[in-house]
Nanobody
């Protein structure tokens, strides 16, 4: 299975921006649908965004549409989540995940077999 490491989290004021990165190793990224999930304290892990192996198809949870953009660079084995207009309710640990079934772009946590360790995003003034 591919190994994933996230970076780019931090503390940002409401209305600010952050870009999260996820680097993959031990596998070819183009063989995976990639997703971003997040988990806030006391809450279940939730889907944020996903992108098909080619980048042609993306999917977002309604709460982040028009604010977050998922992208990928298969040549660099990288996946990104650009976040803008951040809100306090975006505060969570953000996880990168890989699904080897490339014909689907799924929001289901259980469809993703590989996960990173997470990166903390805190939106606060």
């Amino acid at each position: 299975q591919v190994q994933l490491v996230e970076s780019g989290g931090g503390l940002v004021q409401p209305g600010g921006s952050l870009r999260l990165s996820c680097v993959a190793s031990g596998g070819t990224l183009s063989r995976y649908t990639m997703g971003w999930f997040r988990q806030a304290p006391g809450k279940e892990r939730e889907f944020v965004a996903a992108i098909s192996w080619s980048g042609a198809t993306t999917r977002y949870v309604d709460s982040v549409k028009d604010r977050f953009t998922i992208s990928r660079d298969n040549a660099k084995n990288m996946v990104y989540l650009q976040m803008k207009s951040l809100k306090p309710e975006d505060t969570a640990v953000y996880y990168c995940a890989a699904d080897s079934t490339i014909w689907r772009v799924t929001s289901n946590t259980y469809d993703y077999a590989s996960w990173g360790q997470g990166t903390q995003v805190t939106v606060s003034s």
